[in-house]
């Protein structure tokens, strides 16, 4: 089976740094994928890691670790745009479709 | 127009009716998906196909069925509707991917109330 774990609900102001975590157990691994979905709107990719390490997209970054099933996305110099829910998702093993974990709600203040 | 054009997107019905929700895509993909999205559950994969002669059931596939009419048409039916299968359905679509990243492009969603 497939689970992946994320928190329900963060909150951060205006212009500070939020990681938002994820593990995960699935039966093979083919890649780990962040996306974001704002409120009343279809979710839009972010990132994609397949290899450990950090990968890094101007505020959003995307750290990968395969051996300890675990991952977060790293959100810089937060906007009150970046309210949204962020989803953590893998690719089990190749040729699947993508499992979704249940989302983080991220909200940010002023 | 959008790449990813689901219909309707909205609908409301009564238990017992049957239900179809209708996805077709100008991307050119090989991979279709269905997902329902429920607050507080994520995104649930109901179906997917990555070409037209390839059905593959997902986590909740119980009371869905599902006909790849062509390359770009992915429809999803519900034979007899349920309440509990009041939800956001969303269709993506990903290309066929040798190497990289499987990156899904998801439609506006349909959602469907069953009274």
């Known amino acids: 089976g497939q689970n992946i774990d994320q928190p329900t609900e963060m909150t951060a102001t205006e212009g500070a740094i939020v990681q938002i975590n994820c593990t995960y157990q699935?039966?093979?691994?083919?890649?780990l994928f962040w996306y974001q979905q704002h409120a009343g709107e279809a979710p839009t990719f972010l990132s994609y890691?397949?290899?450990?390490g950090l990968e890094e997209k101007g505020r959003f970054s995307s750290f990968l670790s395969r051996s300890k099933g675990y991952s977060y996305l790293l959100l810089k110099e937060l906007q009150m745009k970046d309210s949204a829910s962020y989803l953590c998702?893998?690719?089990?093993?190749?040729?699947?479709?993508?499992?979704f974990g249940k989302g983080t709600t991220l909200s940010v203040s002023s | 127009d959008a790449d990813v054009t689901q219909t309707p997107r909205n609908r409301i019905t009564k238990t017992g009716k049957r239900i179809m929700l209708e996805c077709s895509q100008t991307?050119?993909?090989?991979?279709m998906y269905w997902y329902r999205q429920d607050p507080g559950l994520g995104l649930r994969l109901i179906y997917y196909?990555?070409?037209?002669?390839?059905?593959n059931k997902g986590e909740i596939s119980d009371g869905y069925s599902v006909s790849r009419q062509a390359q770009a048409k992915f429809s999803l039916s519900l034979e007899s509707a349920i309440p509990n299968q009041t939800a956001l359905y969303f269709c993506?679509?990903?290309?066929?991917?040798?190497?990289?990243?499987?990156?899904?492009?998801f439609g506006a969603g349909s959602r469907l109330t069953v009274l």
């Open positions: 991307k050119g993909h090989d991979r």
């Open positions: 699935t039966s093979g691994f083919n890649g």
């Open positions: 890691n397949v290899l450990d």
């Open positions: 196909s990555f070409d037209v002669k390839d059905i």
């Open positions: 998702a893998v690719e089990g093993q190749a040729g699947t479709a993508l499992i």
């Open positions: 993506a679509t990903s290309p066929r991917a040798h190497s990289g990243a499987n990156v899904l492009t």
